[in-house]
């Protein structure tokens, strides 16, 4: 047993190790993408003071302007000068802290508290959560949220991370796959989301137990369960997060994705902008929500896998809606012998919420 502790402690002071070594790691990212100086030097290396002195007054020649017809648009501008630093010094550096701190937070917490078990035995009685159709729709959701944030952590960062690991070569081949995987991914992954919001609004409208779920931590805080229906508050959070949040990323990703429709490079700049916030944002939020829906609560990954959860379940994270449906209970036998006869579980007990 003192063993098992001794490997336990081991185990934790490594991976709280290896916390503080990508901590760091991503500081020095965000340092080196927060020099937009040495960034414009390497990238135009004509570009110095008396060049934006220039630029600013309009006195460019043609080399500073667009070689498009009949067009007096400066390829280098102030503008865009200010699009560029805003992007490098303040909203590179938040997705790195949003996304690191949030997963500094996650092992943190898994140290300190675990996993959060069902307190009493399983009954081995089933209720439907998710029909197949909701699973299919989540999964599908999921995944693409997944692509386009990876994809895009790779068009933001890849430049500091897998250039100098890989070569120009290998990145230039992995950025033109994360601009095509963004930009053809994107409009289906909002077409999918809104979908997915219409369908779950009732469930996610807020009540007043939400509020005691809140100030009781979700049940963290003081003794017994806290009321949930369908939803708890936490869910509710990340529900509203991509409704309003995840509306205005994809509002904004469409802009850039169509340049065509007359918008010009002033709109387009606010909407990189107003994008690459909320998705950094999103994306952060959305480690934690993966978290709490896998390892970190007995229990939830098995109603979105299979799309039944376990009755003790039902009780202690979301009682008021296990109340209703209490009465639509079935055995594992009868789930088994279901799903042999049609393929087809779901269609067994249809859900009431």
């Given at each position: 047993?003192?063993?098992?502790?001794?490997?336990?402690?081991?185990?934790?002071?490594?991976?709280m190790a290896l916390v503080l070594i990508l901590g760091l790691g991503l500081g020095q990212q965000a340092l080196a993408q927060a020099d937009p100086d040495r960034e414009i030097a390497t990238a135009v290396p004509s570009v110095d003071a008396d060049a934006w002195r220039q630029i600013r007054s309009g006195e460019t020649g043609p080399n500073f302007?667009?070689?498009?017809?009949?067009?007096?648009?400066?390829?280098?501008?102030?503008s865009g000068e200010n699009w560029r630093q805003l992007r490098n010094r303040w909203v590179s550096p938040f997705g790195l802290i949003a996304i690191g701190g949030m997963f500094a937070m996650i092992v943190i917490f898994y140290l300190i508290f675990g996993r959060k078990?069902?307190?009493?035995?399983?009954?081995?009685?089933?209720?439907?959560?998710?029909?197949?159709?909701?699973?299919?729709l989540h999964w599908t959701v999921a995944t693409l949220f997944i692509l386009l944030a990876l994809s895009g952590l790779n068009l933001f960062y890849g430049k500091l991370v897998f250039k100098p690991l890989f070569g120009d070569s290998a990145w230039s081949g992995m950025i033109s796959a994360s601009k095509l995987v963004h930009n053809y991914l994107g409009p289906l992954f909002g077409i999918l989301?809104?979908?997915?919001?219409?369908?779950l609004f009732k469930e996610n409208l807020p009540k007043k137990h939400d509020l005691v779920w809140f100030k009781k931590g979700g049940g963290m805080i003081g003794k017994g369960h806290v009321d949930a229906g369908f939803a708890n508050g936490g869910e509710k959070v990340w529900y509203w997060l991509l409704a309003t949040a995840g509306i205005v990323v994809i509002a904004s990703g469409l802009v850039l994705d169509f340049p065509n429709f007359g918008q010009g490079r002033d709109t387009m700049q606010w909407a990189n902008i107003i994008h690459a916030l909320g998705a950094l944002g999103l994306t952060a939020v959305a480690l934690g929500h993966i978290y709490i829906g896998t390892i970190g609560t007995e229990g939830s990954l098995e109603g979105m896998a299979t799309g039944y959860v376990d009755e003790t379940w039902a009780k202690e994270h979301h009682n008021l809606w296990y109340e209703k449906v209490k009465d639509q209970t079935v055995t594992e036998e009868q789930l088994a012998a279901d799903r042999g006869s049609s393929r087809d579980g779901d269609q067994a007990t249809p859900r009431t919420s």
């Open positions: 047993m003192n063993v098992s502790k001794a490997w336990t402690s081991v185990w934790r002071m490594a991976l302007r667009s070689s498009r017809f009949d067009s007096n648009y400066n390829l280098i501008n102030a078990r069902l307190d009493e035995p399983r009954t081995g009685r089933k209720l439907l959560r998710w029909p197949l159709m909701m699973r299919s989301l809104v979908i997915l919001l219409l369908r």
